[in-house]
């Protein structure tokens, strides 16, 4: 199995923590997003997209979007599950990811920011504004999700890490890197303090890696 | 089981191929968002990102999250299958699925449109620029995926229509009511008019919805 991987990438940090929670350690391949690497021929050949996670499985299938990516190893090592048992705690859990992963993070990242000072020639602090737009309208709703539905435990869902929290702590740690007030979240800074005691979340953090600047 | 709709929602649009594909036909409460009824008190008690689609399932959970809520429905409504019985084959289609979900359909709804002519003072002009800018480097990506990986088949993954068709139709749609030059994607062409000639994907359609205006 390869990993090809860029510490900043949120995406990346995502498929990072669920192989440490599996315990896979796979070799690493660094594409530097700030340096254009993922546009390098041999990178598209390998993902047309040119975003990074991809991973490479040992059969040498290609996997890319670290949703898919998370689900598949979740489906080819079981163990821990990083999804309920049940179809609608499985529901929850998936609802929870994809409200971080489709609904903030898409407007925050690298390419977006600089299409917004690049081509629409916004100011930086209008970039930000925006940044911290997206962030705050979506963890408000998550908050009050985490906050008032029963299935919250130490986690998002219950009393272990699941895809949620996969999504989860990489967000929190790019509001953190925005300046973004956290106070009103609560139960989100709870949860991703939960998160950064396990040492799975931990060793998965972007300054720990190594290609990290 | 009670849909919470609108018909131009991409998100919902999925969601409702789906549920034709399965032969459901639930309950439908449209939500008009041009309108902002998606922020009434009683919408946002039940879904506190106030997007839609929600489904609220027979027992009562709601549930959030358009692809969330198709991997709901194929668990709980197993035939016909929208995801193929192999780990390597779903990460395919996921993975199609939230190059859509995630990368070209976030940047392009009505909120984030309104953000930018609003709040950020951008032309209708440069709007609609940003909007092709993103359907094109999406598309760019899949076409090639779509024409040169052998899975593809009369549909995104083989000859049966899977959550990868399920949103890739409600995103040709848009793209076309925003006039994108769709000629340098003939393979995403051709599986588009592969699915209008599934009932199912026909009677989704926008403006075949009692809410179309």
């Given at each position: 199995?390869k ?12 498929v990072r ?6 315990g ?14 993922q ?10 997209q040119g ?12 996997l ?7 689900e598949?190893l979740?489906e080819t090592?079981?163990q ?14 998936r609802s ?5 992963a489709?609904?903030i ?15 629409l ?8 504004g ?7 309208l ?7 999700r ?19 929290d ?23 800074v709870r949860i ?15 300054m720990r ?5």
């Amino acid at each position: 199995m390869k990993l090809f991987d860029y510490f900043r990438s949120s995406a990346a940090y995502r498929v990072r923590i669920a192989l440490a929670l599996k315990g896979l350690a796979p070799e690493r391949t660094f594409v530097h997003l700030r340096h254009g690497a993922q546009r390098a021929g041999d990178y598209l050949a390998l993902n047309p997209q040119g975003l990074v996670p991809a991973l490479v499985a040992d059969d040498g299938a290609v996997l890319t979007q670290s949703l898919a990516i998370v689900e598949w190893l979740d489906e080819t090592h079981p163990q821990p599950p990083l999804l309920p048992s049940d179809a609608d705690g499985r529901a929850r859990v998936r609802s929870i990811a994809q409200a971080i992963a489709c609904d903030i993070h898409p407007l925050n990242n690298l390419r977006v920011l600089n299409y917004l000072t690049g081509t629409l020639g916004v100011s930086e602090a209008q970039r930000d504004g925006w940044y911290r737009y997206w962030v705050d309208l979506g963890f408000e709703a998550l908050e009050r999700r985490l906050a008032g539905e029963r299935a919250t435990g130490r986690f998002c869902h219950g009393d272990a890490p699941t895809l949620a929290d996969v999504c989860l702590v990489p967000q929190v740690a790019n509001a953190r890197r925005f300046a973004v007030d956290l106070a009103p979240y609560p139960t989100i800074v709870r949860i991703d303090a939960a998160c950064a005691g396990v040492p799975a979340f931990a060793a998965a953090a972007p300054m720990r890696q190594p290609d990290a600047e």
